[in-house]
């Protein structure tokens, strides 16, 4: 039990998938623009990440090695679609605001990277453990991010005014702000993981 | 630390320290701001106090929280600071150079490492920060000699609008009689500072020369109704094409090191401004036109470096 | 089919909507191989290259058969196997017809598979020219150019940052921004700079 645990939680932490691997920035600058959008991909990304890992670990005794990836990314793909589906039949709105990068979670670095990783080496439950740790840990990186972005972008959370007569920083909304809020945040990590 | 850049040969000693070309920028940057301030009034001069001030600040919390060499009276950061005022409306709420001070120095210079080192010049990094975070504050112009604080539109905003502009002469341009920004708008101040700067030597005339001479010809052929009809003295004496061709084009750090480099990046920057002014979305282009070209700059320096003697 | 949607594709793929910073794909690649010019220019011309030739081909995909067999819901998974495929037959090609080419860009061919810009140029091209799942006019070479501009975008920004990386090996950085964090700062920059760009029309 403390293994599984402790699988969970080195990917909130520890091995955390955007600020220590760099892995799967893409659409988290591109959602990050409102807290709700962060949400949205963290959870998409998540139920990807959780599916795909669980049925390559089932599955990872009949796949040949050599051609592992593709099948890997077949699998990661049916998942993709599945919430690109989901997406759009319950919450189109969300799905407008993401846009492309709904599909584009089949190339995102973070599932196929925990597949080709993780899951083809161990179990269901163990996979199960990871999968969920990486999902949340690139949620709440994508709630910190785009929290950030979207009070001084718009002076808002979750669409809520926060501090009055805040004048906005309208470039933290763009794609420039984006980059540089995470290359601040990427040094400050650096600098908090030299301080330990 | 092996960190010393190597050119061929001759080398030429002059003598000079950096601080003392940087000091003698700063004052060849005085008569353009004496003139913005007599032209907006006092609301000019704190917004150039408070930017000067703010880099300075800016720069000593910096390098002390990085431990550094403490260069604060080395000239640069009130370059940059005097530099960041003279591209803001003269009544812009007081914070809003604070930030950008800080922006241009913080994110423009010390975190490529300092002086000397940085890849864009600062001022504009801060300028073009600003103008994305608060447009409305950083398009908003005051009309000259006028202290009511009537909101009034660039001559090249104006021209954007598609509104006619009467009353503006050349002579008026040239003077400073326009909206604009404090320190771009008085061409006579600048040409003065400019001319200081050149007679001894501190700035080459490559890039500004090549900068202006291109914008005012790429206007001429496409800016008027048909070919070859447009109106090229306007768009050389309006917006901050002066400014930003003598003084932040210039910038030895940020611009190429060989002549035929220096070229190349003038019409680089002539080409880019003329282009965003004609059909770009913003009015003036000299800020976004200089920094896409300190971004070229490597990748110039690369392609005409200079033959090491008796190498192919 | 007429110019100025070409010219506004051109425009808005290299300048505006730059495919790294503006809309963050191949960001990956961008930060990791952007180290110095040459490999920098390889791996541009290889990504030019797939995503010019993965934009036609899906195209072909989802007009005739995706449409056809109203299977568009197949789109993402289809898209993907095919560009997995395509990229995998041309390192073959290469390895055997050009090993001189294949030394200098056939080793970062595998790297595009997994590169955000293909796909999403792909997703991208059926996002802007079909309507209603009905292909607008001309929308085949619109695809195809798109996917040219999208590698030159790419190639722009790979070139710029390269060089200015390279000088930075000279430069006193301090050491938490070092690499990667710098890296997104200068692309910060770019992006701020690009934006004089914005609203542009004829």
């Given at each position: 039990m403390k293994k599984l645990l402790s699988e969970f939680f080195k990917g909130i932490i520890k091995e955390n998938p955007t600020f220590v691997l760099a892995l799967g920035l893409c659409p988290t600058l591109a959602v990050s623009v409102s807290v709700i959008?962060?949400?949205?991909?963290?959870?998409?990304?998540?139920?990807?990440?959780?599916?795909?890992?669980?049925?390559?670990?089932?599955?990872?005794?009949?796949?040949?090695?050599?051609?592992?990836?593709?099948?890997?990314?077949?699998?990661?793909?049916?998942?993709?679609?599945?919430?690109?589906?989901?997406?759009?039949?319950?919450?189109?709105?969300?799905?407008?605001?993401?846009?492309?990068?709904?599909?584009?979670?089949?190339?995102?670095?973070?599932?196929?990277?925990?597949?080709?990783?993780?899951?083809?080496?161990?179990?269901?439950?163990?996979?199960?453990?990871?999968?969920?740790?990486?999902?949340?840990?690139?949620?709440?990186?994508?709630i910190l991010i785009s929290g950030i972005r979207e009070f001084l972008g718009a002076g808002t959370i979750l669409g809520h005014t926060v501090v009055k007569g805040f004048e906005p920083v309208f470039v933290m909304g763009m794609p420039s702000g984006a980059l540089l809020l995470i290359g601040l945040l990427l040094g400050f990590f650096n600098l908090a993981k030299r301080r330990n | 630390m092996n960190k010393l850049i190597v050119s061929p040969a001759p080398h030429l000693y002059k003598g000079e320290s950096v601080s003392r070309i940087m000091w003698m920028v700063v004052a060849s940057l005085i008569p353009a701001g004496v003139a913005g301030i007599f032209i907006f009034g006092p609301s000019a001069l704190s917004v150039i106090i408070t930017a000067v001030i703010s880099a300075l600040a800016a720069e000593l919390i910096l390098q002390v929280a990085t431990k550094r060499k403490i260069t604060v009276f080395d000239g640069s950061a009130v370059i940059t600071g005097l530099l960041l005022a003279y591209n803001l409306p003269a009544h812009v709420p007081l914070w809003l150079p604070v930030i950008g001070s800080f922006f241009s120095i913080a994110i423009g210079k010390q975190v490529f490492g300092g002086?000397?080192?940085?890849?864009?010049?600062?001022?504009?990094?801060?300028?073009?920060?600003?103008?994305?975070?608060?447009?409305?504050?950083?398009?908003?112009?005051?009309?000259?000699?006028?202290?009511?604080?009537?909101?009034?539109?660039?001559?090249?905003?104006?021209?954007?609008?598609?509104?006619?502009i009467e009353h503006i002469t050349y002579l008026d341009l040239f003077l400073g009689k326009r909206g604009g920004c404090i320190g771009e708008v008085c061409i006579l101040a600048l040409l003065i500072g400019a001319g200081f700067l050149l007679i001894r030597g501190y700035i080459s005339w490559q890039i500004p020369f090549t900068y202006i001479i291109t914008t005012g010809v790429f206007t001429y052929i496409f800016a008027g109704k048909g070919l070859f009809a447009g109106d090229w003295l306007f768009h050389i004496l309006s917006g901050g094409l002066i400014l930003g061709a003598f003084f932040m084009a210039t910038d030895y750090v940020t611009s190429p090191l060989t002549t035929k480099g220096q070229i190349v990046f003038g019409i680089g920057c002539g080409l880019l401004t003329a282009i965003i002014r004609l059909w770009g979305g913003y009015p003036e282009g000299v800020s976004y036109a200089i920094l896409m070209m300190n971004a070229a700059t490597p990748i110039i320096d690369r392609f005409t470096k200079n033959r090491v003697y008796g190498s192919r | 089919m007429d110019l100025g949607q070409f010219l506004a594709i051109f425009i808005s793929a290299v300048f505006i909507y730059n495919v790294i910073l503006s809309r963050f794909l191949g960001l990956c690649s961008f930060i990791a191989i952007s180290k110095e010019t040459k490999p920098a220019l390889a791996m541009s011309l290889a990504v030019m290259f797939v995503i010019t030739m993965s934009s036609m081909l899906t195209w072909f995909i989802y007009r005739f058969l995706l449409i056809p067999f109203n299977l568009t819901y197949l789109r993402t998974i289809s898209f993907i196997l095919v560009i997995a495929t395509f990229v995998q037959l041309v390192e073959m090609v290469i390895r055997k017809i050009a090993p001189a080419m294949y030394r200098f860009f056939g080793i970062y061919l595998p790297l595009i598979t997994v590169n955000c810009a293909v796909l999403g140029v792909a997703v991208l091209n059926i996002d802007m020219f079909f309507i209603n799942?009905?292909?607008?006019?001309?929308?085949?070479?619109?695809?195809?150019?798109?996917?040219?501009?999208?590698?030159?975008?790419?190639?722009?920004?790979?070139?710029?940052?390269?060089?200015?990386?390279?000088?930075?090996?000279?430069?006193?950085?301090?050491?938490?921004?070092?690499?990667?964090?710098?890296?997104?700062?200068?692309?910060?920059?770019?992006?701020l700079s690009f934006m004089g760009f914005n609203g542009f029309k004829f």
């Open positions: 959008n962060g949400i949205g991909m963290g959870v998409a990304a998540t139920f990807v990440l959780l599916g795909s890992n669980m049925i390559i670990a089932l599955i990872k005794n009949f796949i040949p090695a050599r051609i592992r990836i593709p099948c890997y990314i077949v699998v990661i793909a049916t998942f993709v679609t599945i919430a690109e589906l989901a997406m759009k039949a319950y919450s189109p709105i969300l799905d407008r605001a993401l846009g492309i990068y709904v599909p584009l979670i089949v190339v995102n670095c973070i599932v196929l990277g925990r597949a080709e990783a993780y899951a083809c080496k161990n179990s269901l439950v163990n996979s199960f453990m990871d999968g969920l740790g990486m999902g949340v840990g690139f949620t709440l990186a994508l | 002086l000397g080192q940085n890849i864009f010049n600062p001022a504009l990094v801060g300028r073009v920060f600003l103008m994305a975070s608060w447009p409305k504050y950083m398009t908003v112009f005051t009309q000259p000699l006028n202290y009511d604080a009537i909101a009034q539109a660039t001559p090249l905003a104006a021209l954007k609008e598609g509104k006619i | 799942g009905k292909a607008v006019q001309g929308s085949f070479y619109y695809s195809a150019f798109q996917g040219v501009c999208v590698g030159l975008g790419y190639t722009l920004a790979m070139l710029l940052m390269s060089g200015i990386r390279e000088r930075l090996e000279l430069c006193n950085v301090p050491k938490a921004m070092k690499d990667f964090p710098l890296g997104f700062v200068i692309a910060a920059i770019l992006s």
